[in-house]
């Protein structure tokens, strides 16, 4: 038993994690940006506030709403990046209810 379990943890720690990619969304196009969400599913893109230089932005952006959590769902968003200020992706958002106190 001792070696199975010995057995197990090797080869969950041989695995590849499943990292995240992040992004300066400034430094590529719109559609590459919304390409990058596409294939990988979720990335995070980090952008300067336009109010606030000097305050960095970023967030999660999806493919679908299946990479949301059950109890959110993907909204459309916009994002700056090279090319446009107004680059079209989704985010996950939580779900809210008309009686939630």
């Known amino acids: 038993m001792r070696m199975?379990?010995?057995g197990l943890c090797l080869a969950a720690s041989a695995l590849p994690a499943?990292?995240?990619s992040r992004y300066n969304s400034m430094?590529?196009?719109?559609s590459q940006a919304q390409s990058r969400i596409q294939s990988e599913?979720?990335?995070?893109?980090?952008?300067?506030?336009?109010r606030n230089p000097s305050l960095p932005l970023y967030d999660r952006y999806v493919?679908?709403?299946g990479y949301c959590?059950?109890?959110?769902f993907a909204k459309l968003e916009v994002v700056p990046t090279a090319?446009?200020?107004?680059?079209r992706v989704l985010r996950c958002?939580?779900?809210t209810y008309p009686f939630d106190d």
């Open 4 to 6: 199975f379990i010995v």
């Open 93 to 95: 958002m939580q779900k």
């Open 18 to 20: 499943q990292a995240i």
């Open 83 to 87: 090319d446009t200020n107004r680059c």
């Open 27 to 30: 430094q590529m196009s719109c």
């Open 41 to 50: 599913g979720a990335v995070i893109l980090r952008y300067r506030s336009a």
């Open 69 to 72: 959590k059950q109890d959110e």
């Open 63 to 65: 493919a679908h709403g």
